[in-house]
Nanobody, 127 residues
């Protein structure tokens, strides 16, 4: 059973960088052909795809967030991380990490295509 667990600060000040880590257990992030995703849900809105990192370490980002986003991995600890720079209150959301097969659901989130999700972590951007 694969489990994903998000961790990171729940409060970030405007203009700072949001940093979250997803720790994966029960399966390796290097296993073919899985892609490890970051998704968020702002209050009152739908799910928004942020990006993912593949089992080979390749990264793909939402065009609207690409200039501020970096996703990386630490294979020795079986973790992958999100950094979102220059945050504003519009970046306030519940942030999820999730696994999808074969790079499906790029740019749009089709929840049924993700087989494992973290429980989500609330991040608020406020001074």
């Amino acid at each position: 059973q694969v489990q994903l667990l998000e961790s990171g600060p729940g409060l970030v000040k405007p203009s700072q960088t949001l940093s979250l880590t997803c720790t994966v257990s029960g399966g390796s992030i290097e296993t073919s052909y899985y892609f490890w995703s970051w998704i968020r849900q702002p209050p009152g809105k739908g799910l928004e795809w942020i990006g993912y990192i593949s089992y080979t370490g390749s990264t793909y980002y939402s065009p609207s967030l690409k200039s501020r986003t970096s996703i990386s991995r630490d294979t020795s600890n079986n973790q992958f991380s999100l950094q979102l720079s220059s945050v504003t209150p519009e970046d306030t959301a519940v942030y999820y990490c999730a696994r999808v097969d074969h790079g499906l659901s790029r740019y749009d989130v089709f929840p049924q295509l993700y087989d494992y999700w973290g429980q989500g972590t609330q991040v608020t951007v406020s001074s």
